[in-house]
């Protein structure tokens, strides 16, 4: 065979991916009879990148940039390169590129390169590799949704570009054989071009059953990617010889996605026929995925047997095959009579004999087993139950090798399959230690949340998700996540002493957003300070809110309230607060109290007797303008009080001075001349006497007293008076001094105004011009 040919063959086996749930995906592979080849490829198996490099750049040294033999070796660069990437933790987009720079640099120099194509077949390879990289990432994690999305765009690429490639093989393979002379060298470019164009309807398959891993075990994606995978084995079929490696390896592959199925009894019978044309005992791969079938038609009895086998009494000792040491852990992790140290060393074997990317297919194969049981609701009990503790181990393993980020992603899907809370969250925490060491901050809040919720009655739960908040806020999140989850250490741990300090931050957080009613709501049901907090952002929520929206206010503090007044003291305070804020209509479902003799007591007595009330002594200073406040509200809302209220104010020292309160109160009193002398003082004073006239010109307008409506008119012209005519305020203005005249029932004289101002000083505004039309 042409050495290249060997070389193309084996390279393929090395460096596309090598999934364990689509189990031996390697495809066509064969025992190479070339020294160096076998060389590289156990150097790079044991991690000896140093070695292996320098062998290979030694003889890019000694060929021709032009050769196959300089290509071979540029091949063999990259996929070291490759192999290196495959130990970090995050195969990124710029580790594809310089993974393929080597065979990218020879392409630009030689763009007519005699094998472009197979270089260009490596380029594939590293791709599918990053996405391999990506799946076992997800596996680990499933909620990396970012990592699924990048896994699924790497394979759809690789797809295309594969499909892309066997059509130009085949292109290249129909210009040489239109050549009229067919010497030796153009013979083994046809053989080598028809091999990787087959290779090429492999790969295409593997892609389709490496898209499977994206999906949970048994979800109907799942089903679906591997229904695909398997009529896109049926299609490679059709395209390619009846008697080739590449159509064995394609039925072997179509054995898996029957098995992706979870169609056991099909996946057994077409393994039978493949195992006539493929011994189990020549091709690892079909012995391991034999074993595979047994292990998930549930024949464990065989699929010992046929370990037992292959490994003997000493299975660290047994040919090196990644397939079956993988399936042997499967196996172990079904067993019945199996301990958990013997799991965790079969993974440390794997390690040793398959180096990092063995080890992690390894460990993602514990961790799918782990969540498997921990979702199983049937679970009872019996049979082999894994051990957390084993993936955990493995976790500190890396934590003490210096890989955090390993470290924490082992810790964490150890903890989230944890089922002792306590554990659970400990286990949390030592994930959460690892990823901040790895600067993933993110990470860790999330892993302390999400057991945390999990395991809500574990030991530390309440600490966990408040710690999660604080490693939250340094990935700078949305102020809406942080609320959030402060909400859930609040609800969730309402008895912690670490609510309070949630709660704290929540109302800090609310109170900043001016959402003053939330923020004391939330210090109500935690009882912060002894409601004292609590009732004092429901002070600045009633002081801050619109009259109109007072009433819907006192529900939500009633509600917020409804499960703390049966305690006396709360009892007391709810009442003081009551006396001043709550409007007359809310006060008759108050709790009763023992009694004070405090003011706010006498005051809420004298608000519930109404019209029936006796005279309210002055209150203190410090309350004064408080107390006449509330009162003044009550007037405003109920005429039949107004004049009651007014003669107990105005018998009290005045809170501030001429203020247009108590040139209100005076017009409740009919004391019409005495407002507006008030008034007028106020509009000389003031230092906007527009607001003071406007506001003289609604008080006296809304008085039942015609005296008092006729003045409202006086005013209402004077603020017209004092502003651009023909002004949308101008207007204003004029429309309420009508509308006074209209209510003194002088409607001919209101319509003649209106009129008038329509036809001289109409306004542009159509609702104002509506209002006119209303009032003629």
């Known amino acids: 065979m042409h050495p290249f040919a060997l070389h193309c063959l084996w390279m393929l086996a090395l ?384 934590l003490r090798d210096g890989n955090p980020l390993r470290a924490a992603q082992l810790l964490a899907s150890a903890a989230m399959t944890e089922s002792n809370p306590n554990q659970a969250i400990q286990r949390s925490l030592e994930a959460a230690a690892a990823f901040v060491a790895a600067k993933q901050p993110g990470n860790a809040a999330d892993i302390l949340a999400g057991v945390a919720k999990l395991k809500p009655t574990g030991s530390g739960a309440a600490a966990a998700h408040l710690q999660a908040v604080l490693l939250k806020t340094k990935t700078k999140p949305a102020a809406s996540e942080i609320e959030a989850m402060l909400r859930t250490t609040v609800t969730m741990w309402p008895d912690s002493e670490h609510a309070p300090q949630a709660g704290n931050w929540l109302i800090k957080l609310l109170s900043a957003d001016k959402r003053i009613v939330e923020a004391a709501e939330v210090a109500t049901e935690l009882g912060l300070d002894h409601d004292e907090t609590a009732l004092e952002l429901w002070r600045q929520a009633f002081r801050e809110s619109d009259p109109a929206d007072q009433s819907e206010l006192t529900t939500r503090m009633k509600q917020a309230f409804a499960s703390s007044l049966g305690e006396a003291d709360v009892v007391v305070r709810y009442r003081e607060f009551a006396a001043y804020f709550f409007d007359r209509d809310a006060l008759n479902d108050l709790p009763d109290s023992a009694g004070t003799d405090s003011y706010s007591e006498t005051l809420l007595q004298f608000r519930l007797r109404g019209k029936q009330a006796t005279e309210l002594p002055a209150p203190p200073a410090d309350i004064l303008d408080d107390t006449v406040a509330r009162l003044m509200q009550d007037g405003r809302q109920n005429a039949s009080l107004r004049v009651t209220i007014a003669n107990q104010i105005e018998s009290w020292p005045e809170p501030s001075g001429n203020s247009l309160d108590h040139a209100e109160r005076q017009i409740w009193l009919g004391r019409i001349e005495d407002a507006k002398a008030t008034v007028e003082a106020l509009v000389k004073e003031s230092a906007s006497p527009g607001w003071v006239i406007r506001t003289a010109a609604t008080l006296f307008g809304s008085s039942d007293n015609d005296e008092a409506r006729r003045e409202s008119i006086q005013w209402w012209d004077r603020l017209a008076a004092g502003l651009p005519v023909g002004s949308d305020d101008w207007h204003k203005a004029k429309i309420e001094s009508i509308r006074a005249i209209k209510q003194l029932g002088d409607a001919e004289r209101a319509q003649q105004r209106a009129r008038y101002i329509l036809l001289t000083r109409p306004p542009t505004a159509p609702d104002l011009r509506r209002q006119y039309q209303d009032l003629q």
């Open 15 to 398: 460096a596309l991916p090598q999934l364990h749930a689509i189990a031996e995906q390697t495809p066509v592979a064969r025992v190479t009879n070339d020294r160096d080849a076998d060389l590289i490829r156990e150097l790079i198996r044991r991690g000896e990148f140093e070695t292996a490099e320098r062998l290979i750049r030694r003889g890019l040294q000694s060929a021709t940039p032009s050769s196959d033999l300089y290509a071979r070796q540029t091949i063999w660069l990259s996929e070291l390169e490759t192999a290196r990437r495959r130990t970090i933790d995050n195969f990124e987009n710029e580790d594809i590129t310089a993974a393929q720079q080597p065979t990218t640099e020879l392409i630009t120099a030689y763009p007519e390169h005699s094998r472009r194509l197979f270089l260009e077949s490596q380029q594939i390879a590293v791709e599918l590799a990053a996405a391999e990289h990506d799946l076992l990432a997800i596996m680990v994690n499933p909620g990396d949704t970012d990592r699924g999305e990048r896994a699924l765009r790497r394979l759809t690429d690789a797809a295309a570009k594969s499909e892309s490639l066997s059509k130009a093989a085949a292109e290249e393979k129909t210009r040489l054989n239109s050549q009229t002379s067919m010497s030796p060298s153009v013979m083994a470019m046809l053989a080598d071009l028809t091999r990787l164009e087959q290779e090429t309807q492999v790969q295409i398959v593997q892609i389709k059953l490496m898209e499977t891993e994206l999906f949970p075990n048994g979800s109907d994606d799942r089903l679906a990617a591997a229904t695909a995978a398997l009529r896109s084995a049926d299609q490679a079929l059709t395209r390619l010889p009846s008697e080739c490696q590449a159509r064995n390896e394609v039925e072997r592959l179509r054995v898996v996605a029957l098995l992706r199925s979870e169609d056991f009894e099909r996946a057994r019978r077409a393994f039978d026929e493949l195992a006539r044309e493929v011994s189990p005992d020549s091709d690892s791969r079909v012995r391991a995925l034999d074993i595979q079938i047994d292990l998930h038609s549930n024949h464990q009895a065989d699929a010992i047997k046929k370990l037992d086998a292959f490994y003997g009494k000493q299975p660290t000792q047994a040919p090196l095959s990644i397939e079956m040491d993988l399936v042997r852990l499967e196996s172990l992790l079904t067993r019945n009579d199996t301990n958990k140290n013997s799991v965790g060393d079969w993974i440390d074997s794997i390690g040793t004999r398959h180096g990092a990317y063995g080890r992690r297919r390894a460990e993602t194969i514990a961790i799918g087993s782990l969540r498997s049981q921990s979702g199983d609701a049937s679970a009872d009990g019996t049979g082999n139950r894994m051990d957390p503790s084993i993936i955990a181990a493995q976790g500190r393993q890396y």
